[in-house]
């Protein structure tokens, strides 16, 4: 009879096994996996020596136990179905108040030819309740690699990683630790596996502290220059809401296979959101995490001081037991920007069987550090690569109102306040973001749609090429930026009209805040990207013949929605956008010249607003058919007259007179205006020249504009300081792509 793969991982058919020392293995033929079993007796002192202490926090529901309680005989296999296990730990830890039978499983590998084994001790918990996504039968995983040359009974531990949340997520990793014994420390609800190797055994330290060492020597991630390990978050100060569970479409304590669980049986009313979209910000009032109750070994040393002891159980009789686990895949959902509405994207996460894991015969294939991973090849000898060097980088920040900026006119981004989790379209599993950033390891190469969402904040997303062998940072510059719930925009480009240009890019850029959005975005022609309303930006769409045409954004306080009904690429579009501005520069800054809101400026009755939308549904018409700036040309330039004369006359506040400093800064952008509407008119009639001489002008009188207030030094009114001169560098800048900008 041939050997299955399962009896050549586990080394469960019959023969004898040499002592540990003598490294024989038993493998099958056909399927050689790069390490095997010791003998059974060297392999439980190994996982003895190294049994970890555990650690949960206060909320914890599921302990590690023995899914093989739970377990039935279906169609010939024993099994052991998720709504079985569930139920049944539930009904057993209400009846004894106890958790119900703490165990641990153990896994023992070792290197073919070196002196290097492994011990895996492997936790079973009946489900995983996280921030979107939730299981049956979540197994964890802590790794100590054990240097087996070294002095002492057991050899020396030379690595320990634990296991995060998913395989795409960074391990919790220390290398050459001074502690014999980890310590596990568990995600309430999830179980990542946080280390604990340093004097505080029972809480989360990423960072060193004055007397003491971190929980984690992983290399920094270069994008926020902190150690690439997932963590625990509310260990760290980061508020991680999770959500509520439910299963076709009621809560999970409803369903009628599930009658020993009510609502107090899932994570507590404190931890946990109805959903991300239902609140209108981030929750900043969630508790931080609280040590609960802790496990130990028990036939070790620190069984006496702890809540509980568990036992250890080898792994292979599992395998032995038990052919499957099963139960309905529970789904979670991400909302995705479109054009119409957000589309809610359904996904599936699940989990297998350990030994169905590569990491269960190959631990190195877990060692997500790659410093890590090359130092056991090279101490070791060991014939294998680099693993996976490919990561897909982003940190989330959190849009807020300038404080800088005049209101409604600038926003700035600040680290984000709660915890997220981000998606690639091709992966089946979501992720969480530790310290506010998303990390994705082994993405394949190739197209990706990259999601990100946070409890109360509107959703992110953007497509992205991934080559496979390297970094990709997304978002603006590795910032993926969001703005919550109540105060998200959504900025909407409509390029379906088979007559108007694609859109293949976009970058929105806040005057104060920067770029807040560059790339891709997720829908092809129908394309719509959140923005906070406090913003003023400038979005700049590339169509797929590398065409650019930008556009003024300004939300007004009440909008919801702006859309670009008409998309237009080329010089003419790029010359409006900067009569647009402009006009918008001096309609704004004589408002705070006058001191004045600018719905109480009093323009002449010719004159347009020039992008502020004032309803719900706001409309930037991408064409040349509207006329709105050309009407905020004429007004700005009579306005500018009016304010001379005015202010020779008496008629204007006696502050615009000193020194004529609003006169020369406002009067070159009118002109500055004028010459940018002419640029437009010439462009749109093919006359590339006559339309570059035009904005070179109107570069000319950005410039002077600039000097004036700048030689004004602190006369203005700082409002009128700030946003003028943000305006004007914006001016410039765009001034000078229209110039490069072909017809």
């Known amino acids: 009879m041939g050997v299955t793969r399962r009896q050549a991982l586990l080394g469960g058919v019959g023969a004898s096994v040499a002592a540990l020392g003598a490294g024989a293995f038993v493998t099958s033929a056909d399927e050689r996996p790069p390490t095997g079993q010791p003998d059974a007796a060297d392999a439980r002192r190994l996982a003895e020596a190294y049994a970890p202490d555990l650690y949960f926090g206060v909320g914890e529901r599921w302990y590690p136990t023995d899914p093989r309680r739970y377990a039935s005989e279906r169609g010939g296999e024993t099994v052991v179905d998720g709504f079985d296990a569930l139920d049944g730990y539930t009904a057993e830890f209400e009846a004894t108040g106890e958790p119900p039978a703490p165990t641990v499983f153990y896994n023992v590998r ?4 070196t002196e290097l084994a492994v011990v895996q001790f492997w936790f079973y918990s009946v489900f995983d309740q996280f921030t979107s996504n939730f299981h049956w039968h979540d197994w964890e995983l802590l790794q100590v690699f054990v240097d087996l040359s070294a002095d002492g009974e057991v050899g020396a531990p030379a690595l320990f990683v634990a296991s995060a949340h998913s395989r795409s997520v960074p391990n919790n990793e220390f290398i050459n630790p001074e502690t014999d014994r980890a310590s596990v420390i568990s995600e309430v609800g999830s179980h990542s596996s946080a280390l604990g190797v340093n004097r505080t055994r029972d809480a989360f330290e990423r960072l060193p502290g004055a007397a003491d060492i971190a929980d984690v020597n992983n290399g920094l991630l270069d994008l926020v220059d902190l150690p690439a390990a997932y963590g625990l978050p509310r260990d760290e100060g980061f508020a991680l809401p999770f959500a509520l569970p439910e299963l076709d479409g009621a809560p999970m304590y409803d369903h009628p296979r599930l009658p020993n669980v009510d609502r107090e049986d899932l994570l507590p009313d404190e931890l946990t959101v109805r959903s991300f979209a239902g609140l209108p910000s981030p929750p900043v009032d969630l508790p931080a ?8 070994f028990e036939g070790g040393d620190g069984a006496g001081d702890a809540d509980h002891t568990y036992a250890l159980a080898p792994m292979a009789d599992v395998a032995a037991d038990l052919d499957d686990t099963t139960g309905p895949r529970l789904s979670f959902e991400f909302s995705v920007p479109s054009f119409a509405e957000d589309a809610i994207a359904s996904h599936i996460t699940a989990s297998s069987l350990p030994f169905d894991q590569p990491r269960f015969s190959d631990p190195l294939a877990d060692v997500t550090d790659l410093d890590h991973r090359r130092a056991m090849v090279d101490r070791f000898g060991l014939d294998a690569g680099d693993g996976p060097t490919d990561l897909v980088v982003a940190a989330v920040r959190e849009a807020r109102p300038a404080a800088d900026a005049p209101e409604g006119n600038g926003i700035e981004t600040r680290e984000s306040r709660a915890e997220g989790v981000a998606l690639l379209e091709s992966e089946p599993t979501a992720v969480p973001t530790f310290n506010g950033v998303v990390a994705l390891r082994g993405v394949a190469a ?8 946070a409890a109360g904040v509107a959703p992110y997303a953007q497509r992205l090429d991934h080559d496979g062998a390297g970094t990709t940072t997304a978002g603006a510059d590795g910032d993926v930026v969001v703005s919550a719930n109540e105060d998200a925009v959504k900025l909407r480009f409509d390029a379906s009209d088979p007559e108007a240009p694609s859109v293949a890019s976009l970058a929105v850029t806040d005057d104060f805040g920067g770029t807040v959005y560059d790339g891709r975005p997720a829908d092809g022609d129908r394309v719509g990207v959140y923005v906070h309303r406090a913003g003023a930006y400038t979005a700049e769409v590339t169509d797929g013949e590398g065409r650019t045409g930008t556009y003024r954004v300004n939300p007004a306080p009440d909008q919801t929605t702006a859309t670009v009904a008409n998309v237009e690429t080329g010089k003419a579009a790029a010359a409006r956008f900067l009569a647009t501005l402009l006009a918008e520069t001096f309609e704004q800054g004589l408002a705070l010249a006058l001191g004045v809101d600018l719905d109480a400026l009093q323009l002449p009755d010719d004159t347009a607003e020039s992008g502020r939308e004032r309803d719900g549904e706001g ?6 058919t509207a006329d709105g700036d050309d009407q905020a040309v004429d007004g700005a330039r009579t306005t500018v007259d009016d304010l001379v004369d005015g ?16 006169v020369r800064t406002l009067g070159p952008v009118a002109d500055a205006v004028e010459a940018a509407r002419t640029a437009r008119e010439a462009a749109a009639t093919g006359d590339a020249a006559a339309a570059n001489d035009a904005l070179r002008g109107a570069l000319a009188d950005v410039a002077s504009a ?10 203005p009114r700082a ?5 003028v001169s943000a305006r004007l560098s914006t001016a410039r800048t765009r001034a000078e792509a229209a110039i490069d900008t072909e017809l």
């Open 647 to 662: 202010a020779a006359a008496g008629r204007f506040p006696a502050r615009l007179k000193e020194e004529g400093v609003y």
């Open 719 to 723: 409002a009128f300081r700030t946003l």
């Open 110 to 113: 070792r290197y073919r030819g």
């Open 706 to 715: 600039r000097e004036a207030l700048a030689a004004a030094g602190s006369q």
């Open 446 to 453: 190739g197209e990706h749609r990259l999601t990100v969402n």
């Open 619 to 624: 409309e930037v018409d991408g064409t040349d």
């Open 289 to 296: 995490r609280e040590p609960g109750r802790q496990f130990a």
